[in-house]
C-alpha cells in the first residue's frame, strides 16, 4: 500500500512564501502522476497543481505565476513552492499520487493533509 506524508504547512501572511513537501512509501510500486489538492472550509476539494512522470505540469488558473509544483522521482517526492500567497489560499493541502503496482493493480492515495493559513 502506497502511504503519503505531509510537511511543510503553517500560517503566514499575505505576500508570504510557503513549501510543501510530500513523500511516498510502500513497496513495489511506481508512480504517475503526483499532485496537490485543497479544500477550503464549505468548499469542494480541488486541484493546485500535478506533475506528471515525465515532467509536464498543470495548474489551477489561480495560482499559475504564483505556485511552482516539482518532483524528485529518485525520493518519489512532490514539492510546492507557494510565493506571493493570498488570504483566499488559506486550506488544507492534500498530496496525491496515482500509479501502479510492480505485481499488478492501481493506486491512487491521498495525504493526510496540512493546513495552510494566509492572514491578510
Known amino acids: 500500500q502506497v502511504q503519503l506524508v505531509e510537511s511543510g504547512g503553517g500560517s503566514v501572511q499575505a505576500g508570504g512564501s510557503l513549501r510543501l513537501s510530500c513523500a511516498a512509501s510502500g513497496s513495489a510500486f511506481s508512480i504517475n502522476t503526483m499532485g496537490w489538492y485543497r479544500q477550503a472550509p464549505g468548499k469542494q476539494r480541488e486541484l493546485v497543481a500535478a506533475i506528471a512522470s515525465r515532467g509536464s505540469t498543470n495548474y489551477n488558473y489561480s495560482v499559475k505565476g504564483r505556485f511552482i509544483i516539482s518532483r524528485d522521482s529518485a525520493k518519489n517526492a512532490v514539492y510546492l513552492q507557494m510565493n506571493s500567497l493570498k488570504p483566499e489560499d488559506t486550506a488544507v493541502y492534500y498530496c496525491?499520487?496515482?500509479?501502479?503496482?510492480?505485481?499488478?493493480?492501481?493506486?491512487?492515495?491521498w495525504g493526510q493533509g496540512t493546513q495552510v493559513t494566509v492572514s491578510s
Open positions: 496525491n499520487a496515482d500509479g501502479t503496482y510492480r505485481y499488478g493493480g492501481l493506486y491512487n492515495a
